[in-house]
């Protein structure tokens, strides 16, 4: 055989195990291509009614609870108060197709926040840096339970125009100024897993705004592990200056399909449990 025949050959040989190469293996917290509960999360190790969140005082689930019921009949959006005591430090949570439930540090909605959705559990959440901080809670139709129209923005972010859905502009300095970096195309990362921010951007972001398409939560991550604090977003808006202390504070990045109501179902169950204190 002629040297040029063995290179062909050798070339088909790898074209063909390149196409034979499977796709990435899922996520655990992804199914069915949704979502299914946030990263650093498992699934529910006992039943809990449909649209709930359980609050515990203590880590693996324990000292008083607060019950959340019948979230998604709540004001969009509106921040509720949990507790004066901060005193939260794992959770529980059943929430319909397309519903995000917020906490925030604080009753007003500022502060550090962590977005839920799906059905799952947390031991701890000292794995945000949120234990015993956590004061409010809100909820948001981010898969169009209800209608079509906009969804309500995280708290402090205001709507933004003129940019092209599935996109993140991230910039140096506040208002939109300096250094742009984009993320384009969120879908066509995989979901569920942790994305590097472009290049010079990691640790250097103090504005940004965003279009997401309906039901995609993005989570912007303090550390590359996941771990830390998160700043949530959804819907179509900006931040002319990064919440709280979260300037320059921007690692990684992960994007979440929360679902929808016409494309995914939730077995609703429920169980028997002792009186408890029931937040407001």
Same mark, same amino acid.
């Given at each position: 055989?002629?040297?040029w025949q063995n290179s062909i050959g050798a070339l088909a040989l790898s074209l063909g195990l390149?196409?034979?190469?499977?796709e990435p293996e899922a996520p655990q917290n992804v199914?069915?291509?949704?979502s299914v509960r946030p990263m650093?999360?498992?699934?529910?190790?006992t039943p809990l009614s449909n649209d709930t969140v359980y609050l515990f005082e203590d880590r693996n689930f324990k000292g008083d609870v607060a019950r959340l019921e019948n979230v998604s009949t709540r004001a969009q959006g509106q921040v509720y108060q949990i507790s004066d005591d901060d005193s939260v430090t794992s959770v529980r949570w059943n929430l319909p197709p397309g519903a995000v439930v917020l906490f925030t540090q604080h009753a007003d909605?500022?502060? %550090?926040r962590v977005a839920v959705w799906g059905t799952g559990q947390v031991n701890s959440v000292s794995t945000w840096n949120f234990n015993d901080k956590v004061s409010g809670w809100?909820?948001?139709d981010v898969g169009g339970m209800r209608s079509a129209a906009a969804v309500a923005l995280p708290p402090g972010a205001v709507p933004t125009t003129n940019l092209p859905e599935g996109?993140?502009? =991230?910039?140096? %300095?506040r208002d939109f100024k300096e250094d742009m970096s984009t993320i384009p195309f969120i879908r066509g990362q995989q979901m569920g897993v942790m994305q590097q921010?472009?290049?010079?951007?990691?640790?250097?972001?103090?504005?940004?705004?965003?279009? =997401?398409p309906r039901g995609v939560v993005v989570i912007l991550h303090e550390n590359a592990d996941g771990t830390g604090r998160q700043l949530p977003i959804w819907g179509m808006g900006q931040y002319e200056m990064v919440p709280w202390s979260f300037n320059d504070k921007v690692s990684r990045w992960s994007w979440h399909d929360v679902g929808h109501p016409a494309t995914t179902t939730t077995t609703t169950t429920t169980t028997q449990t002792p009186p408890v204190q029931t937040a407001p």
């Open positions: 055989m002629n040297p390149a196409g034979c190469a499977s199914s069915g291509g949704v650093a999360t498992e699934g529910l190790a909605g500022k502060g %550090d809100s909820w948001y996109t993140i502009e =991230l910039f140096k %300095d921010l472009p290049a010079d951007a990691a640790d250097d972001i103090s504005s940004l705004r965003w279009n =997401l």
